[in-house]
């Protein structure tokens, strides 16, 4: 008996007829299988080939195997402290290579590595006279150049021309003429006594160690006139610049209080009292405002406390925010704008936005200014309800219609769910909590 040839008690020629007819169809099984083998190896290999052409086509479309002038996209000036500085503008190269720009919503510079290499380039001067100065840049340029980018030169001599905004100063210290005097209302925003409580780009100051001053201060009186029960009222908040006198400017918060029974009764007859608590000289220093003092004067009228002194420029604020005319405070979803973070976008077919918060931070907050009739506060308001917003959750048409007109006036808004039900992530959370922080100091 041959291997594999069943065996069967029969002789003759029906038997070697059997045999063969058995080992016509072993071959022609034997002979399928290699013929799909061979189909399944040529579609893998044509797979293979396809995908190893898209890389390569994604790579010389990634790559633009171009040459950068970065001559052409750098400016060299002072900033506006009269500094050096310098700037390399790297959306206008990659708007001209056709790259993804991370600025935009969605896009994340780690996802691409030849735009994470221009943006985290470095920039470095160096005097070389009066009037010029040499530039230059360090980046990857090895991870530039497998994308197919190089640049014509990394370091020049380059004319300064004028003042560069948003630039960083360089590091190398250059002789600088003497600066002639100028007023305390000329003085440079950067650093120094503060003449506006918003920088040269029109975003408010970071106000924070000033509001909780005036908040301590408060307290502290207020314990000591009344005791640890009351009830305060900001009645105004004005930012006054002196124009003559021994201090610089004002930062002056007007207040109500009044005793609150234990029992929930009516406040006893002469229990208000009115006091304002005054900042004053306020300035900059490394990013951070200081201020030289803190005052409490107690008032015999509410009136009293809301005078503002005639010798100097005063401007009243509306809840904690200097008022700036003709700056949007939302954007075309209705979401509130915060300056450097994109909080929604359009696109041709719709309209898209970011289901979370990019993180904020306090400077991003109190930039915030009271705009377009809204005070600071409210538009913290209206940021944590655009937290609601996005998920669909319904507003109540009695205690919060206000923001039930608001959002249903955009395309985008409907009801869907009753609440959040825990759907906010942990960077909502975190905004929120931010929010609700500074909103309580500065209505407090």
């Not at 206008?92 to 985290?120: F, M, Q």
């Not at 009037?131 to 150049?145: F, G, N, Q, S």
């Not at 506006?196 to 509001?211: H, I, K, P, Y």
């Not at 200081?290 to 809840?319: F, M, R, T, W």
Request: include cysteine; glycine fraction near 8%.
């Amino acid at each position: 008996m041959e291997r594999g040839i069943p065996y069967k008690e029969s002789s003759g020629l029906f038997a070697r007829r059997e045999k063969c007819a058995i080992l016509k169809g072993m071959k022609q099984e034997k002979g399928e299988r290699k013929t799909l083998n061979k189909c399944l190896a040529w579609i893998l290999s044509g797979v293979v080939l396809g995908i190893s052409a898209l890389v390569a086509v994604v790579s010389i479309l990634r790559g633009h195997s171009t040459v950068i002038d970065l001559r052409e996209y750098v400016n060299v000036g002072t900033d506006a402290g009269g500094n050096p500085a310098v700037l390399l503008d790297v959306d206008a190269i990659l708007n001209d290579l056709k790259l993804p720009n991370p600025n935009r919503p969605g896009v994340k510079a780690s996802d691409y590595p030849e735009v994470y290499a221009l943006c985290t380039a470095k920039m470095h001067l160096v005097p070389i006279d009066a009037e010029h100065m040499r530039v230059t840049i360090e980046a990857d340029t090895e991870t530039l150049a497998h994308w197919g980018i190089s640049f014509l030169t990394t370091t020049w001599e380059q004319q300064v021309k004028g003042f560069v905004e948003g630039a960083t100063p360089s590091p190398v210290p250059v002789p600088q003429k003497t600066p002639e005097p100028t007023s305390v209302l000329e003085t440079a925003a950067p650093d120094g006594y503060l003449t506006s409580l918003v920088d040269t780009n029109g975003n408010g100051l970071n106000l924070r160690a000033v509001c909780e001053a005036v908040q301590n201060e408060r307290d502290l009186l207020c314990k000591e006139i009344i005791g640890n029960s009351f009830d305060t009222t900001k009645t105004q908040v004005a930012f006054i610049v002196y124009t003559e006198g021994r201090h610089h400017n004002l930062y002056r918060a007007s207040y109500t209080a009044t005793l609150r029974p234990e029992d929930g009764s009516t406040p006893p007859p002469g229990s208000t009292i009115w006091f304002t608590v005054d900042v004053y000289d306020l300035y900059r220093s490394e990013g951070r405002i200081q201020y030289g003092g803190i005052d409490v004067s107690l008032c015999g009228s509410e009136a009293e406390s809301k005078h503002l002194p005639g010798s100097g420029n005063a401007v009243k604020l509306s809840g904690g925010g200097m008022r700036v005319e003709g700056k949007p405070a939302f954007d075309q979803n209705g979401f509130v704008r915060f300056p450097n973070c994109p909080t929604s976008y359009r696109m041709a077919n719709g309209v898209y936005w970011s289901p979370t918060y990019d993180p904020l931070d306090e400077d991003m907050i109190w930039s915030l200014t009271a705009v377009d009739g809204h005070s600071l506060a409210n538009l913290l308001r209206y940021a944590r309800k655009e937290i609601y917003a996005r998920y669909y959750v319904a507003f109540d048409s009695k205690t919060e219609r206000e923001f039930l007109e608001h959002y249903s006036a955009y395309d985008w808004y409907e009801v869907r769910v009753p609440d959040l039900l825990g759907r906010m992530t942990e960077t909502e959370r975190s905004n929120m909590r931010l929010l609700r922080e500074i909103q309580s100091l500065i209505e407090k």
